[in-house]
């Protein structure tokens, strides 16, 4: 079972990714939106190694370059994901 | 069968109504007999602790919601256990302490989340 980990707060002012990425299981993904989108700059995200994806317009409008880890999604990717992975868990 | 939901209840009960709605959603689950499991982790954590004391803040208590979890069939009822350490506390009778790993396991095991 997968799970896709939707994180839209950024994690320089906020436990969520830190606690998604404590409980990750290996067949997850993340999802980084919103401020989320900061995440690319945590080096935790990367070493974990779990699948990261970002929403491409926040990505773009905060000026965040792609690392080579993580890919950009656009909505119609991120629905697409939604129903690739079992079930979303949202981190309000 | 109904598809079964896992809670994750974050946030302390005092830093707005997420802790009262997470127990809202997981007791209304109960009333409707969906099997539905409730996690604690991070703040919500603070939610176990004995003896608070909601009036001193003109507040209702969540003790009663917590304790209501019983007899509306919800014995499902998880704590993280790394939360609980980083903030010194130790887990309550009430809710079984899970591992990291058991947690992952845990939301694996269920068809819908929502953490609040």
Not at chain 1, 7 to 36: M, W, Y
Not at chain 1, 51 to 57: I, N, S
Not at chain 2, 5 to 34: H, N, T, Y
Request: charged share 20%.
């Amino acid at each position: 079972m997968s799970t896709l980990h939707v994180v839209s707060h950024s994690p320089f002012s906020d436990s969520r990714l830190d606690s998604c990425l404590r409980i990750c299981g290996t067949e997850d993904a993340i999802l980084l939106c919103g401020d989320g989108a900061y995440g690319l700059h945590a080096p935790a995200l990367h070493t974990k190694g779990v699948k990261v994806f970002v929403l491409a317009e926040d990505m773009q409008a905060r000026n965040l370059p792609l690392p080579d880890w993580a890919d950009s999604v656009d909505y119609p990717g991120f629905v697409q994901l939604s129903i690739d992975y079992d079930k979303v868990n949202t981190w309000l | 069968m109904s598809k079964s939901l896992l809670v994750i209840s974050r946030q302390a009960p005092w830093s707005g109504p997420s802790a009262r709605e997470a127990l809202d959603i997981v007791l209304a689950g109960g009333a409707f007999d969906l099997p539905i499991g409730l996690l604690f982790m991070d703040d919500g954590v603070f939610q176990l602790a004995p003896h608070q004391n909601a009036k001193a803040v003109q507040q209702k208590d969540l003790s009663a919601n917590l304790q209501a979890l019983g007899l509306f069939g919800i014995d499902d009822v998880f704590v993280c256990r790394h939360s609980m350490a980083v903030r010194g506390l130790t887990p309550p009778t009430e809710a079984q302490p899970l591992s990291n790993e058991a947690i992952s396991e845990l939301i694996d095991r269920y068809d819908q989340v929502i953490t609040l």
